[in-house]
């Protein structure tokens, strides 16, 4: 598992000095590259010897560093084309139980690759920021409503970031310290998402990304990472886990100010009552 995965090297790393360090470090900053450059390559961006990427590779627990490359490209597999996926595709006629099973295991994988610990951190930057941008574009917007308009319902200021052309700028300049941004992005990687969630590290906001792994560009600049698996039959990523990995952050940080949660829940369904928000059977023709 990628989490797993990220997590060996970064500990070699920190472990390790000189050349050994360097080699460990090339490799988390710069995953999807080395996943397709040969020894005498890695060796010349990282500054050392191939011996020393081979022996950094064996030290780490791997056979080789083809074994590393091979990891690698199992991480960033998903991040292919839809129409890439419908070429490669070896499926003929559909299989809904397999399709539905591919969605448990993908839930049953959130519980893995994510602590209980992790999730309580990020519920707890929910509530304690004094503003929450979220932002996720494409296929990931519907993550992205999905919790901007929940967390709105218990929390106030909560914006969901939206960039209209002509726009870019003004959305960076509105980054300042005190904000929450979450950044929302499943493969492929929005370019407008990555940037802006790098925009946001610099002007000094606190970042929280949900993505489906730790080599992704909205993870290398986050504070706390939340992982998302999105395998699939489909031509195009699952987004079932997401959205039951953003139900459980909801109802963390809801729980983490119950009382306050309530009253501003409460104060929402007055005014819907006022202006008749939804429909109701006893009076279907009341605006």
Not at 238 to 248: C, I, P
């Amino acid at each position: 598992m990628d989490y797993q995965f990220h997590n060996q090297i970064k500990i070699f790393a920190r472990a390790s000095k000189g050349a050994k360090r360097q080699v460990a470090l090339f490799l988390l900053e710069n995953a999807q590259d080395a996943a397709f450059m040969n020894v005498g390559e890695v060796a010349a961006r990282a500054g050392v010897s191939p011996g020393t990427v081979s022996r950094v590779a064996q030290a780490m627990g791997f056979s080789g560093f083809s074994d590393i490359q091979d990891r690698i490209r199992e991480v960033i597999r998903s991040n292919i084309a839809p129409a890439a996926r419908m070429e490669q595709a070896s499926v003929t006629e559909f299989d809904w139980n397999r399709s539905i099973g591919v969605d448990m295991e993908n839930l049953r994988s959130v519980l893995q690759r994510n602590t209980l610990e992790n999730l309580q951190a990020a519920a707890t930057l929910v509530i304690k920021a004094p503003a929450v941008h979220v932002m996720g574009t494409r296929s990931s917007y519907s993550l992205a409503y999905f919790l901007a308009f929940n967390l709105g319902q218990i929390r106030e200021n909560t914006r969901l970031v939206e960039i209209l052309p002509g726009q870019f700028v003004d959305a960076v300049r509105a980054l300042k310290p005190e904000i929450l941004f979450i950044a929302v992005g499943l493969p492929r990687y929005q370019r407008e998402t990555v940037i802006l969630t790098q925009k946001a590290k610099a002007n000094g906001c606190t970042v929280l990304s949900i993505t489906d792994s730790l080599f992704s560009p909205l993870a290398t600049v986050s504070d706390i990472t939340l992982l998302v698996p999105c395998e699939t039959l489909s031509f195009f990523n699952s987004y079932v886990a997401g959205f039951g990995l953003v139900n459980g952050l909801i109802t963390q940080a809801a729980l983490h100010q119950k009382a306050k949660s309530a009253k501003i829940l409460e104060e929402s369904n007055a005014q819907h009552r006022q202006y008749a928000t939804f429909f109701n059977e006893n009076n279907p023709d009341s605006l």
